[in-house]
């Protein structure tokens, strides 16, 4: 046994039965956080504090056993998920030393279950970005190829989890921020409904659009700690593959992308169709033109609510924020919303009628076509190479960077629908390609039902070669 290719799961159940020390797991995952430093997935961590729990849970254990559903399970907690325990810094300047009177919700949560905060990981700066090419912090590398960039805003999460630092992680998803670097690093990441989870403790973008959510390496461990966040017991519906219906809008989601993408997508609905799955081809009516009007207007209005509000907690202003950002993409956000470019209230008003508008839509087709999810390539794209803030060559052009990577997530984030992105291969040249499945609004158990019948039907993903190297 291995330690460190354990799943969550896979863990629990070797700390529970003694085939495994709490402090030999911790560790052994430490030595590999130590051993893939340079991919810079971290902000913060205690080791000293994290051995020491590993090792009251192993003299605890020998006089009675700790049936908690997480116990002993370190976790890696996004930088901008506020923990009493390590500063919550949002990947710039002005809050590295910020140090929260008590944990998020969604920690308070993970810990009540036995688990164990890891540390705290990379961030885009202030969650807004795509890339986490942070000025502050330095960049995340993707663990398949460290001069690529892992996706963001929740990068440094997703490539704790892909490195096998930790079996788990949480990150937050606005836009993309969790879909995006699980697709590009290989791993298994959730976005819940809008509100499913507790929002108390966050360093919020957007109070309407965020959410956190869970990253691991199997479904059947994003599904663990989907229930322990939402407090949902529900079982995970045991899903068949035959009769299945996908909606596979190759208009909306497939135009443009990468051909090596494609090929893995393609490929990975051949292998549904034939375990029985019916694909339908069919787009969301006036997609593009609702979500088009609706997800940065909503971001940009809500931000200037929510980010003036937890830096004044802090004893900050917001001019003394933007002076401590380092990468110039968030300054330029920042200082438009600041000056006289800022999004209004009319504006805003506008997006959110559209906003509805997108969910009645969604709403519609999914009852319409009968539809579990719809499926489609996570991202256009595999992971550029770091330092391609502002465009990025594909098919040959350059495009936006950020719009490229966000496109295929955003418009299920801004209709608050669950989404979950699954490895579905790598392309020719070992990078990883992910699968998303969005599902009907409050529909998260049963999409995370589908998602573990479709994992099971995908070959697994390999690690990638430097874990080990």
């Known amino acids: 046994m291995v330690p460190i290719e354990l799943t969550l799961i896979e863990a629990v159940t070797a700390l529970r039965c003694r085939k495994l020390g709490y402090q030999e797991y911790v560790q052994a995952l430490m030595q590999q956080t130590d051993r893939l430093a340079y ?6 961590r205690d080791p000293e504090q994290l051995i020491q729990q590993a090792k009251a849970f192993d003299q605890a254990s020998s006089a009675q056993p700790d049936h908690r559903p997480l116990v002993g399970i370190p976790v890696a907690i996004k930088d901008n998920i506020d923990t009493s325990d390590l500063p919550t810094s949002g990947g710039t300047r002005a809050l590295l030393t910020s140090r929260p009177s008590r944990n998020a919700t969604v920690v308070e949560r993970l810990l009540q279950s036995g688990g164990l905060i890891a540390g705290k990981t990379n961030l885009h700066e202030l969650a807004l970005g795509g890339t986490n090419h942070n000025a502050v912090t330095g960049p995340c590398r993707n663990p398949w190829n460290p001069l690529r960039i892992p996706g963001g805003s929740s990068g440094g999460s997703a490539v704790a ?14 836009g993309a921020s969790v879909r995006l670097p699980a697709a590009l690093c290989g791993v298994v990441g959730f976005r819940p409904s809008t509100g499913r989870y507790a929002a108390q403790g966050i ?15 199997s479904v059947a461990d994003v599904a663990l700690l989907d229930a322990l966040l939402a407090e949902d017991p529900t079982d995970v519906p045991d899903v068949s593959l035959k009769g299945l219906r996908l909606g596979v809008p190759r208009g909306d989601f497939f135009q443009d992308a990468d051909p090596q993408v494609l090929a893995v997508i393609e490929q990975a609905l051949q292998t549904l169709v034939a375990e029985g799955v019916e694909c339908i081809a069919l787009d969301v009516p006036d997609l593009k033109r609702h979500n088009d009007a609706t997800g940065s207007t909503l971001v940009m209005f809500e931000m200037m609510q929510s980010l003036p509000a937890y830096v004044s907690a802090q004893g900050l202003s917001m001019l003394a924020l933007l002076a401590g950002v380092g990468s110039p993409d968030v300054a330029l956000l920042l200082s438009r919303q600041l000056g006289h470019d800022r999004v209004t209230a009319t504006a805003y008003a506008a997006a959110q009628a559209t906003r509805q508008k997108l969910q009645a839509a969604y709403a519609r087709h999914f009852s319409e076509h009968r539809l579990d999810a719809l499926a489609f390539p996570t991202c256009l794209m595999t992971a ?26 955003d418009p299920g984030s801004n209709a ?25 609004s409050g529909m998260d158990r049963h999409l995370l039902g589908v998602a573990a019948a479709i994992e099971r039907a995908l070959p697994p993903l390999p690690r990638p070669l430097m874990v080990y190297d």
């Not at 991919?39 to 913060?44: F, K, M, R, V």
């Open 39 to 44: 991919l810079n997935a971290w902000i913060s």
């Open 161 to 174: 989890v892909a490195s096998r630092m930790v079996p788990a992680a949480l990150g937050t998803d606005t």
């Open 203 to 217: 360093l919020h973008l957007s109070l309407t659009k965020d959410t956190v959510g869970p990253m691991a390496r």
């Open 384 to 409: 550029p190479p770091i330092g391609h803030d502002d465009t990025v060559y594909l098919r040959g052009q350059q495009v936006p960077t950020f719009k490229t990577l966000i496109r295929n997530t």
């Open 416 to 440: 608050g629908l669950p989404g979950i992105s699954l490895p579905a291969g790598l392309t020719a040249e070992g990078l990883p390609v992910g699968l998303e499945l969005d599902g009907p």
